[in-house]
């Protein structure tokens, strides 16, 4: 037998495209995941059925957060932990693990295994990987380990001292990962005014968010000018996008009595809007009732959700980039310009079809997943689409349908959260696949608009 690690198992899989092999390594942590959570002592009293594990295992590494089943008073410490383990897996990354081992293990890393490390790390090449790896388990270990330090001052003082521990652990993780998986059942509703809260747990996902990528240029070049193109967009973007959420959450839930308007000082309000607007497209952390919403704030969400990220990071969703290069494209042809241009940089043809190409896949998944489930599913219409926005961002938030669809129905969340994760890379591999000697035919034109 060949194992994941050895030099026989990359032999045997290297004829195959590398995102076909993440996918399929990927597909093979949810089953033992599953497999974990299905026995006996991962469940409190009745073991957790084949469709509540499957789904548990695929929410938590594909680090989405979505769950049939109350995590805390469901699952053991075993469960648990079987939990956090996937979502730190599936939040790294296989191949960044996988190499971290080799490393540590003083064993060498072959090109094999750099071919699918590339592909993960969405580089377009060899170089530096190793270091990018390095830098990355920097950020995950001191990110993780500050936020269980500053976690623990809310949690022991609550639940004593082991138990406060392992609160603060599982939720440092969660969030770094931006898992969003909580062990309380009403997510972090009860630490609605906490400041420590407010401040550990968005700062642990925003980082995640960014992308490591962004991460290590930060901590390497230290100034704006500097910094590649890749991190000005993605600092700036980023930071739009948080002023947008958490402003126009505060306007749209204001006087909303299920939501804000339940507080009555503006600055409990306030602080509320602050932490639910960050973690809208990333996260899944909830401190509001997501189903006392309005549908303006609902829709405002799913654009949020289906953003996403950065990439390189432990966020879902077509990626901030990704829509900054179709904002640019929008403005060069309406201005009639051939050529994209941010920061003093010009963006190449490749970018924008690659782009447009996930764009169109993204929206095509989400739209038939909407269909499937209303099929079987006679909920609530905007509820579903919310659902299914949330699980292919692999953000977290929901409405309370997911809890409520029938087998036929978790089966395409699981598969929606499943492309969420490795869509990108299988749709690599499609755009990678060998194309015939380029034919120019004539030239013609079609009317648009």
Known sequence: ???????????????????????????GLVIVGALALKLPWAARGVPATWSEALFTATSAVTVTGLSVVDTGSHFTFFGQLVVLVLI?????????????????????????????LREELNQTSFADLLRLVRQILRVVVVCEVVGIVLLAFVFVPDFGAWEGLWQAIFHSISAFNNAGFSLF?????????????????????????????????????????????????????????????????????????????????????????????????????NTIDMSGIHDATALMFMSLMFIGGGSTSTAGGIKVTTFVVLLLATVAFFRQ?????????????????????????SVMVVMGAIFTISLSHDGDFLDLAFEVTSAFGTVGLSRGATAELDTLGRFVIILVMFIGRVGPLTLGFFLATKVPPRIRYPSSRIYLG
């Open 1 to 27: 037998m060949a194992f994941p690690l050895s030099p026989r198992f990359w032999r045997r899989t290297i004829d195959l495209p590398p995102p076909a092999v993440l996918s399929l390594l990927y597909a």
């Open 88 to 116: 730190q897996l599936g939040g790294l990354g296989l191949m960044t693990f996988a190499v971290l081992v080799l490393t540590m293990l003083g064993l060498p890393v072959g090109v094999s295994q750099r071919v699918f």
């Open 185 to 285: 059942a009403d997510n972090l509703s009860g630490y609605v005014f906490d400041p420590i809260i407010n401040l550990v747990v968005p700062a642990l996902f925003v980082i995640g968010g960014i992308g490591f990528i962004v991460t290590s240029d930060i901590m390497q070049k230290r100034q704006w000018r500097r910094f590649t193109l890749h991190t000005k967009l993605m600092l700036v973007v980023t930071l739009a996008l948080i002023v947008w959420s958490v402003v126009g959450f505060a306007a749209l839930e204001w006087n909303n009595p299920a939501t804000l308007g339940q507080y009555h000082s503006i600055i409990e309000k306030l602080t509320a809007s602050w932490f639910q607007g960050l973690t809208t497209r990333t996260a899944g952390f």
């Open 337 to 361: 310009r051939p050529n994209l241009h941010a920061f003093g940089r010009s963006l190449g043809r490749e970018e924008v079809m690659k782009v447009l190409a996930l764009s169109i896949v």
